[in-house]
């Protein structure tokens, strides 16, 4: 008797690494969004006390370091959201699967380069030609963990979502989604599937 899981073929181990991967993604886009938002929530309680001691002359930059904040916020939430998905469904012989991790790893890659280059040193970045009390004040806007954790995050979720977009392309994972797309369910090749990637 044939095995009875021929519709359902085991990924791959590019597939298997593409896809934890995409989970250590979205857990960094999770500590991320959440340092994001507790940087926020400091910043907007810490204002009026730098304002008191600085006056308005620098409203621009806090202005800016909000508005990184909120974008930093909002882009790690949609990673969390995204690559969480797709690590459940890219191990699914499901040729759209592979390309939405394509589509959402090249956003994301194309989001954060423009946003390093933007102002690499948004949040790390002293004020100029200022009293050490308004240094002060301007150092208690944020936490002094939110750059260096903001950055690490950046730049894994960076580097893996170029990575995953490769070992999404190699022969094993294309052979993945394309025979099960290709050939009918009682097909034997489905049953040892795995072995195409050696995993």
Known sequence: MQPSYAATPRPPGTVVQASRLLLFVAVLGLVDAVAAVTAVLQLTRRVDAFRAVAGNDFDGRVAEVLNGSVVAATVSGCALLAMSALAVLV?????????????SSALLTLVLVC????NPNLFAEPLQHVSAEIQAGWDALLPDWYAPVH???EAGMLVASVVVGVLLAQT??????????SVSEDDPRLWDIKRLGGS
């Open 91 to 103: 191990r699914r012989p499901k040729p759209w699967a592979r390309v939405a991790a394509w589509v």
């Open 115 to 118: 946003t390093v280059a933007g």
């Open 151 to 153: 950055y690490v995050c």
């Open 172 to 181: 094993s994972a294309h052979e993945f989604y394309e025979l099960s797309r």
